[in-house]
Antibody
Framework: QVQLQESGPGLVKPSQTLSLTCTVS??????????WSWIRQHPGKGLEWIGY???????YYNPSLKSRVTISVDTSKNQFSLKLSSVTAADTAVYYC??????????WGQGTMVTVSS | QSVLTQPPSASGTPGQRVTISCSGS????????VNWYQQLPGTAPKLLIY???QRPSGVPDRFSGSKSGTSASLAISGLQSEDEADYYC??????????FGGGTKLTVL
């Protein structure tokens, strides 16, 4: 059974880069047909899709975040990562990593809270 | 402002049937399938309905989905207290990627 686990700092200073890693267990990130995604949820608000990466390295980002987002994959470690640059308080959210199949998000990590504050 | 539009709240009594609507446009619901997610308090969302009306293994048949044109709906029959949660519709948008509705908070009275 595939499981995903987010890790990274829970506190990031304004203007810095938020960096999170998702470790995939119970399956290979190199399995075709899956898109490894990041989604966030602002406190008390709805869901916002950030983007995805395929194991080959191809990416697709939310246009509203595209200028600040980089998603990368490390198949040797069975991990994929999110970098969000120039963060502000508006980037404070719970960040989820997930596995997408076609357009559906089938497997979610438990989520990690990231607060942007000095 | 979410790309897909859902009512912010819905409610019903145990045993009732409730429906939650989701409105989009030709670039998302009108041309792609709709998925629904259930988020229980303090937990990650869970896939509830995929491809408009399909239930993943383990989801009770009390939950059903439908789509017509640029709108979709989720129906829950035989409402139970454990159905109290936030529900989100989502679809692929041809320009924006995955788009979500703003979520509907379901209260079981």
């Amino acid at each position: 059974q595939v499981q995903l686990q987010e890790s990274g700092p829970g506190l990031v200073k304004p203007s810095q880069t938020l960096s999170l890693t998702c470790t995939v267990s119970g399956g290979s990130i190199s399995s075709g047909g899956y898109y490894w995604s990041w989604i966030r949820q602002h406190p008390g608000k709805g869901l916002e899709w950030i983007g995805y990466i395929y194991y080959s390295g191809s990416t697709y980002y939310n246009p509203s975040l595209k200028s600040r987002v980089t998603i990368s994959v490390d198949t040797s470690k069975n991990q994929f990562s999110l970098k969000l640059s120039s963060v502000t308080a508006a980037d404070t959210a719970v960040y989820y990593c997930a596995r997408m199949e076609l357009s559906m998000i089938v497997i979610w990590g438990q989520g990690t809270m990231v607060t942007v504050s000095s | 402002q979410s790309v897909l539009t859902q009512p912010p709240s819905a409610s019903g009594t145990p045993g009732q049937r409730v429906t939650i609507s989701c409105s989009g446009s030709s670039s998302n619901i009108g041309s792609n399938t709709v998925n629904w997610y259930q988020q229980l308090p303090g937990t990650a969302p869970k896939l509830l309905i995929y491809s408009n009306n399909q239930r993943p293994s383990g989801v009770p048949d009390r939950f059903s989905g439908s789509k017509s044109g640029t709108s979709a709906s989720l129906a829950i029959s035989g409402l139970q207290s454990e159905d109290e949660a936030d529900y989100y519709c989502a679809a692929w948008d041809d320009s924006l990627g995955v788009v979500f509705g703003g979520g509907t908070k379901l209260t079981v009275l």
